[in-house]
T-cell receptor
Framework: KQEVTQIPAALSVPEGENLVLNCSFTDSAIYNLQWFRQDPGKGLTSLLLIQSSQREQTSGRLNASLDKSSGRSTLYIAASQPGDSATYLC????????????WGLGTSLAVNP | DVKVTQSSRYLVKRTGEKVFLECVQDMDHENMFWYRQDPGLGLRLIYF???????EKGDIPEGYSVSREKKERFSLILESASTNQTSMYLC????????????FGPGTRLTVT
């Protein structure tokens, strides 16, 4: 059964720091891995989608990597800003019979001015 | 821009009431999803629909039903609301490939008293 874990659950950093959020999954049979952002009390916004055949994706200050064989992904945020404060969720889309997104619980990020 | 809207941001209902949550998307997406999100449990899939009048149960369908009479609209129905259905409800949609990027609505915070 696929399980997705995000560590740490919460992170607080000063503005300007580069930081890494981690996501691990137990079954490498995935179609893709997706990173989302959620502001308090709001819906989710898709940040990056990495296909299983890809190693990384970049969007602005965000870079997501995928190592399928080791069941790991990282989301790198460069030069963090207070506006980056949010919860970041990772989800993998399972291959095989159970074709759906499996979600992590998220990392709550606070970037302090 | 893809837009997914939900009928209410906040809703307060009494135990035993019938509750309708509506979701509308404007991008002609085939797939639509209903999730609930609870602290410590993350996002859990209630139902999804891959076409008009077609639906599949997710992980936690008990106590819920859905309706999709038009492609752009997906309704979640709580037949007899209970306090354990107090939660944040999120609607999402994707193109034909359900592994593609999911677009979320702003969420409905439902409180059942």
């Amino acid at each position: 059964k696929q399980e997705v874990t995000q560590i740490p659950a919460a992170l607080s950093v000063p503005e300007g720091e580069n930081l890494v959020l981690n996501c691990s999954f137990t079954d490498s049979a995935i179609y893709n891995l997706q990173w989302f952002r959620q502001d308090p009390g709001k819906g989710l916004t898709s940040l990056l989608l990495i296909q299983s055949s890809q190693r990384e994706q970049t969007s602005g200050r965000l870079n997501a990597s995928l190592d399928k064989s080791s069941g790991r992904s990282t989301l790198y945020i460069a030069a963090s800003q207070p506006g980056d404060s949010a919860t970041y969720l990772c989800a993998v889309f399972n291959a095989g019979n159970n074709r759906k997104l499996i979600w992590g619980l998220g990392t709550s990020l606070a970037v302090n001015p | 821009d893809v837009k997914v809207t939900q009928s209410s941001r906040y809703l307060v209902k009494r135990t035993g009431e019938k509750v309708f949550l509506e979701c509308v998307q404007d991008m002609d997406h085939e797939n639509m999803f209903w999730y609930r999100q609870d602290p410590g449990l993350g996002l859990r899939l209630i139902y999804f629909s891959y076409d008009v009048k077609m639906k599949e149960k997710g992980d936690i369908p008990e106590g819920y039903s859905v309706s999709r009479e038009k492609k752009e609209r997906f309704s979640l129905i709580l037949e007899s609301a209970s306090t354990n259905q107090t939660s944040m409800y999120l609607c999402a949609s994707t193109f034909l490939d359900r592994a593609s990027e999911q677009y979320f609505g702003p969420g409905t915070r439902l409180t059942v008293t």
